[in-house]
């Protein structure tokens, strides 16, 4: 949150820092410097500042910076009221941002009232056309096929949770069935089960809809809390309680849900890593990485082993300064197999990759990243990363050529005596 804060003061400072308010005088840049050294890093100050500064200056040039700073900072701090009141502002003036367009939708629909629900539908079909319109453009950055594909799943399944309760809170509880069934089906989590269950029981099908609160039950989510889960044994308890008298058979339910539930993930990852091994991917250790010969190599056969990541790129003139340090430090371990260096290319064009090394009689055994980039948060090149024999990450050197050849030494010899 804190780093946040800092982006978006000096966001509004520079901006303002640049141009003149409508009255020609710098008295808005002043004031709203002030306000925001004043707020520190409290978001709710933050907040303050800026609602403050634009109650003084209504006609302000940069009312759409500083009310997409509003926005963000109160997605951050979890302020439904005021991601509502400024995401709608935003809104009105952008369509893209797929963010926006899911918290607002969300925000909105923390209540049951029918306006807002008309709203959240609105903004929640927006976000679904978004992400749809993404599955026709390559993975961002690093991020690999599957895991892209996982997340724009995951984004569909999302944006048609939040049409199911609009829908269902517009007073349509089997048409609201109907949509997070298709969100479950687009990807399998909890709160889609859930949402299912909610409007299955809205419809009088108290059973059926027990069967899908345990399917969120017993569904491991990082985004179910064990509030979340609670609720839910409580409410499959009354459910079947007043369906059937006690809540004697529950049980078989809940465990039967259980194979149901893991079953479909598992068919799912699956799929996911026969499109890409690293869909499903966290650990370094989990990861496969291609190789630039056409080879592949897990790196799960590396345990037991010091291994040393070296992230570089063909376009990156520190990479090929730190190439030869790097080989010195690789000469010295040559003769100890439980030490590995692998080179990993972070070119978005491969085949740029082949050419240099002929060119260049680089000798290294060279990998593409294959998502370990994303996966290990590598925002520069050259970074060496070093991995000990449990699999952790020991350390991480970026670009110091008067050291790196004693450092990354060291560094080796540490973990070979853990």
């Given amino acids: 949150m804190k780093s946040l804060l800092l982006a978006l003061m000096l966001f509004a400072s520079s901006a303002l820092a640049q141009h003149k308010s409508a ?52 997605i951050e701090a979890k302020d439904d009221s005021r991601i509502a009141l400024y995401g709608e502002k935003v809104l009105a003036r952008e369509n893209g941002d797929l963010q926006i367009l899911d918290r607002v939708a969300r925000a909105l629909l923390t209540s049951d009232n029918k306006e807002n629900a008309e709203k959240a539908l609105d903004y929640a079909r927006r976000y679904q056309t978004g992400v749809q319109a993404l599955r ?25 949770v939040l049409e199911a309760r609009a829908t269902g809170n517009l007073g349509k509880a089997e048409e609201a069935a109907t949509l997070a069934q298709r969100s479950y089906d687009s990807y399998p989590t909890a709160e889609g ?23 969120a ?42 194979d149901r539930s893991n079953a479909l993930i598992a068919a799912r990852v699956a799929k996911l890593r026969a499109l890409d091994p690293n869909a499903s991917a966290q650990k370094v250790l989990e990861f496969t990485v291609p ?72 000798t290294s055994r060279v990998y593409f990243e294959a998502g370990l980039q994303h996966a290990l948060e590598i925002s520069s090149i050259p970074t060496t990363i070093i991995v000990d024999r449990n699999g952790q990450i020991a350390s991480r050197i970026g670009f110091i050529p008067d050291r790196f050849v004693d450092m990354l030494t060291d560094r080796i010899q540490q973990t070979l005596k853990n």
């Fill in 291 to 362: 190789g630039v010969s056409g080879d592949s190599l897990s790196l799960s056969s590396l345990r037991g082993k010091t291994v040393v990541l070296d992230f570089w790129a063909t376009w990156c003139g520190p990479c090929r300064a730190q190439h030869p340090l790097y080989e010195k430090v690789q000469e010295k371990f040559k003769n100890q197999p439980d030490v590995v260096f692998l080179a990993i290319d972070t070119d978005e064009d491969r085949s740029l990759v082949a050419p240099f090394l002929a060119a260049q009689h680089w």
């Fill in 217 to 258: 039950f017993t569904i491991e989510d990082p985004k179910s809390t064990e509030i979340d889960r609670g609720k839910d044994r409580m409410r499959m308890g009354e459910l079947y309680t007043k369906a059937n008298g006690s809540e004697k058979g529950l049980g078989d339910i809940i465990l039967q849900a259980y």
């Fill in 193 to 215: 089960a859930r949402e299912i269950g909610r409007w299955l029981a809205r419809a009088g099908k108290s059973m059926e809809a027990v069967e899908h609160i345990a399917d």
């Fill in 23 to 74: 009255d020609g005088s710098d008295a808005e840049r002043k004031d709203l410097g002030t306000a925001l050294a004043e707020a520190g890093s409290s978001p709710i100050e933050f907040m303050r500042a800026l609602e403050g500064h634009l109650a003084k200056y209504p006609m302000t040039e940069h009312r759409a910076e500083i009310e997409r700073a509003m926005v963000k900072s109160a």
């Fill in 136 to 160: 026709d453009k390559p993975a961002p950055g690093q991020v690999s096929a599957g895991k892209w594909q996982d997340e724009l799943d995951r984004g569909i399944a999302r944006a048609l």
